[in-house]
């Protein structure tokens, strides 16, 4: 049986966070809302999730005219393997997939 | 100036910064982070957001970094490792010389000469090797060479190796020095330890370098 590298408890958050919504394009300051995770932290995961070949990102023109381009992402069908794969190893784990919410360190 | 609009300022400041530390390869992930800081509605939120934003410009610009692209940083590793050779070719030196015969009548340290006797002749062989590489990890070092690592960890290897033997050994009288040091002083003992912790860094730096793609 292959083993599966598990990944840091603010990883999974995100994780489960764009897996919850596959195919939506996500806003960084949503998924910060979404995961509880500071942009501090959020962006060094996206960056290297992104890297790694499991997430996608593009620029997605703003909503409100006269703002400028906003960047986006999702997960590419590797990440969302990936995430599947990690939700399994880490169901039964003291550490769980909750959402890192602020002060529930 | 209200308060509202001094946050706000701060943050645009400090996302400016952000995108000025953050290395060229990240220019575009220091644009995103900070294009976020006009969506936020909260001030103090936006401030918050704008000092992550920072935090992640500098950890990716440390990242990025070869320590050994800045000169003060490569010439002292290559002083340290300078005088660690220095010390191995001297010990090499002193006791190959008299293995050899030459110092027979006139040795100018007469209580070292039972330690000499019994000393196997493949010790100070081994430290000329490590102090030989260590000079080639000097030239290595300066060069901003990759191998350099290999060049360090090789000889600091054999060095503690030969240190180890001597240890070992009850008549080559290590033990009873450093208690000597260590009664008289206590902070005796610093002195080898942040040598040795200093090359530990040294060999931890040459790896960080190692796995740092080249500047672009």
């Known amino acids: 049986m292959a083993l599966v590298r598990k990944r840091s408890r603010q990883t999974l958050a995100l994780l489960v966070a764009l897996m919850e919504r ?3 394009w996500q806003h960084g300051y949503e998924l910060s809302k979404e995961t509880g995770l500071k942009s501090g932290t959020l962006y060094p995961i996206l960056i290297r999730l992104s890297e790694q070949g499991l997430l996608n990102s593009r620029w997605k ?14 997960l590419t069908a590797t990440g969302l393997a990936l995430a599947h ?3 399994e190893v880490s169901v039964d784990s003291e550490s769980g997939l909750r959402p890192i919410k602020a002060g529930a360190r | 100036m209200t308060l509202r609009v001094v946050s706000r300022w701060l943050s645009n400041q400090v996302v400016c910064v952000a995108m000025h530390v953050s290395p060229c390869e990240r220019e575009e992930w ?3 982070m ?10 103090r939120e936006a401030l918050r957001w704008a000092l992550g934003c920072l935090q992640t410009s500098c950890h990716e610009r440390l990242k990025s970094m070869r320590l050994t692209s800045w000169w003060p940083v490569r010439w002292g590793m290559a002083l340290w490792i ?3 050779a220095v010390d191995t070719l001297f010990y090499a030196g002193i006791t190959l010389t008299y293995k050899s015969g030459l110092f027979t009548e006139h040795y100018p340290y007469p209580r070292n000469v039972p330690l000499l006797e019994v000393t196997p002749l493949w010790e100070p062989m081994l430290a000329l090797v490590a102090g030989v590489v260590f000079l080639l990890a000097i030239v290595l070092i300066l060069r901003c060479s990759r191998i350099a690592l290999g060049a360090v960890v090789a000889p600091f290897a054999i060095m503690l190796l030969l240190f180890a033997v001597r240890f070992s050994r009850p ?5 009873q020095s450093l208690s000597i040091a260590y009664q008289q002083s206590h902070y005796a003992l610093i002195w080898p330890i942040a040598g ?18 080249a500047p672009r």
Do not use: F, N
Not at chain 1, 63 to 71: K, N
Not at chain 2, 196 to 213: E, Y
């Open chain 2, 34 to 43: 900070s294009r976020e800081v006009d969506e936020i509605p909260s001030d």
């Open chain 2, 171 to 175: 008549e080559s009288g290590y033990l």
């Open chain 2, 196 to 213: 040795l912790a200093i090359t530990i860094v040294i060999c931890l730096a040459l790896w960080h370098d190692s796995q740092t793609p």
């Open chain 1, 85 to 87: 794969e990690q939700m």
């Open chain 1, 22 to 24: 596959p195919r939506t």
């Open chain 1, 61 to 74: 023109d703003a909503e409100r005219p006269g703002r400028p381009a906003r960047h986006v992402y999702r």
């Open chain 2, 82 to 84: 300078a005088l660690l």
């Open chain 2, 30 to 32: 220091a644009q995103a």
